[in-house]
């Protein structure tokens, strides 16, 4: 979809159609006063009339509205004013958006980037209307023998600030959704596609291609170079399987040499049957996105890449399939980790953390300034915070700070989790040095607990994204969460580091 950003009065738009909001209690915004004026009143005799409230979610489109020179005017209702926030402004964007595309409406401008929404100004209202406008139209039909029904399109959207002084602001928060939203989509489609497509090859053939129109250096290593590395416990998980693993390292240079770079370590399970440990068979299928950590390091370091952020920064995928076989890991093996640990394997589904942690390892050598996983990693977080948050747990407060105010900035949030050491005893094994489960108590918090003895040596993050990474039921499908988050982390990072 083409995006663009004019300045100019609703009245004096050309095009197909106009899009204005009202508050509950009939109560115009200010650009739908301004066409209510051009329009001699039309708009106020409509609401006297009764026909648009401003209830949330209401609309009503208007033909040949006087005094303007579009097409049709859309009136969409925003509900009370008071309450108008975040969700509002983004449910606002995405009921138009959709309804646009329903009704085939092929081209608007839209005259909602300067409602007052608590907290937030016009550039974070033009990032937002543009991810959340090239959300509504994603569609994922690539598997289908024939493509949907696509004759319904809205091709372009043009997003109205109120001042030409705003224009060039307006131009950079639109590229930087435009960034955020092209990050997404190929964080979703790759969750999206199933097992038998996107295996560990597969990632790892998709993130070459990435990397190499983004101009970001990758390397893909293979069983052989993994062994000789001592990636012990990744490669526990990797051998139950008849699909070979890879581990694949991508390092975008935007920064200064010297520069110590922020590090993403994504957890790329492309099927996880639990192994030995082996699923109940109900919404199995859903484990094909069990690599969608990895395909979230992908879509960040993209966008990263695609913003030119002058910030170092290296991408970790450990990716493989967890599966029973002759050669998978038995409950009680004991593996042993590139850190020299060993690990006591009393549950085969826990096998995140293994993939994980000799990935962890392997970024000491980059000496990073910090380090971030990103996985699905347990049940347990969806108990905890459902779909709207993912699970944040951290070695360092000031880390964990940045990335809340991230996710808030984002509308992509996270919720912190403790990380005291008592939950650490709950991993205690009578064989080796650690188990890799630690009971039903707690479940995100010992995943975390475990991968921290795999993190002391620098600041580290973990984002549990089990609940927020895709979606059940008849909406099934990968939500690109959490790259908003990661790519305003990012920006944040780079602000701090350019000065
Ligand atoms: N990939 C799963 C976590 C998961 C489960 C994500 C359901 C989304 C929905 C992970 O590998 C796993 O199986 N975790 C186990 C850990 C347990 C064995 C300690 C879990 O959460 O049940
Ligand atoms: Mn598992
Ligand atoms: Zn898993």
Redesign the pocket.
């Known amino acids: 979809m083409e995006i663009g950003i004019k300045s100019g009065s609703p009245e004096k738009q050309r095009g197909a159609c106009v899009v204005a909001g009202i508050f509950d209690h009939r109560k115009p915004s200010l650009a739908a006063e301004i066409i209510d004026q051009a329009s001699g009143g039309h708009l106020s005799a409509i609401l006297r009339r009764g026909d648009m409230d401003g209830k949330p979610g209401s609309t009503l489109l208007l033909h040949d509205v006087p005094g303007m020179l579009c097409e049709r005017v859309l009136l969409v209702g925003l509900g009370k004013e008071r309450e108008f926030r975040d969700k509002q402004y983004r449910d606002t964007v995405r009921g138009v958006v959709r309804l646009l595309a329903d009704t085939g409406i092929a081209e608007a401008t839209l005259y909602l980037t300067d409602l007052p929404v608590k907290k937030r100004n016009l550039s974070w209202a033009v990032e937002q209307a543009v991810i959340v406008a090239e959300e509504a139209m994603y569609r994922f039909d690539r598997m289908k023998s024939k493509p949907e029904e696509t004759s319904k399109q809205l091709r372009k959207l043009t997003l109205a600030v109120p001042r030409r002084g705003e224009l060039a602001m307006g131009e950079a928060a639109a590229a930087r959704g435009q960034a955020v939203a092209a990050g997404m989509k190929l964080t979703r489609d790759l969750g999206n596609l199933p097992g038998n497509i996107c295996t560990p090859s597969y990632l790892a053939e998709q993130a070459r291609a990435m990397a190499e129109e983004m101009g970001i250096g990758i390397q893909i290593l293979e069983r052989a170079a993994i062994e000789k590395l001592g990636m012990g416990s990744f490669l526990s998980v990797a051998r139950g399987s008849d699909e070979p693993p890879r581990f694949i390292v991508l390092e975008y240079r935007g920064g200064e040499k010297k520069q110590k770079p922020v590090v993403l370590v994504g957890k790329g399970?492309t099927f996880?049957s639990?192994g030995i440990?082996l699923?109940p068979g109900a919404e199995m299928d859903?484990?094909k996105?069990?690599m969608c950590g990895a395909a979230s390091v992908l879509g960040a370091m993209r966008a990263a890449a695609e913003l030119k952020l002058p910030l170092n920064v290296v991408g970790l995928i450990p990716t493989c399939e967890?599966m029973p076989s002759g050669r998978a890991n038995k409950p009680g093996d004991v593996v042993t980790s590139l850190s020299g640990q060993t690990i006591e394997v009393l549950?085969t589904?826990?096998?995140?953390r293994l993939i994980l942690c000799d990935a962890l390892t392997y970024a000491e050598r980059f000496e990073p300034a910090c380090v971030v996983d990103i996985a699905?990693?347990?049940?347990?977080?969806?108990i905890a915070l459902g779909h709207v948050a993912s699970g944040l747990l951290a070695n360092h407060d000031g880390l964990a700070r940045e990335l809340l105010h991230a996710g808030d900035e984002a509308c992509d949030r996270c919720w912190q989790l403790p990380l005291w050491d008592d939950y650490a005893e709950q991993l205690k094994s009578n064989f080796a040095d650690m188990a890799n489960?630690?009971g039903r108590p707690a479940?995100t918090i010992t995943?975390a607990a475990f991968l921290a003895k795999f993190a002391q040596k620098y600041d580290w993050a973990h984002l549990d994204i089990?609940?927020t990474a895709w979606k059940s039921g008849k909406d099934k499908g990968g939500t690109g969460r959490p790259v908003p988050l990661l790519v305003h982390f990012l920006a944040k990072r780079a602000e701090k580091a350019s000065g």
């Open positions: 399970i996880d639990g440990s699923k859903e484990m996105y069990d967890n549950n589904d826990a096998e995140g699905t990693l347990t049940g347990a977080c969806i489960i630690g479940g995943a089990a609940g």
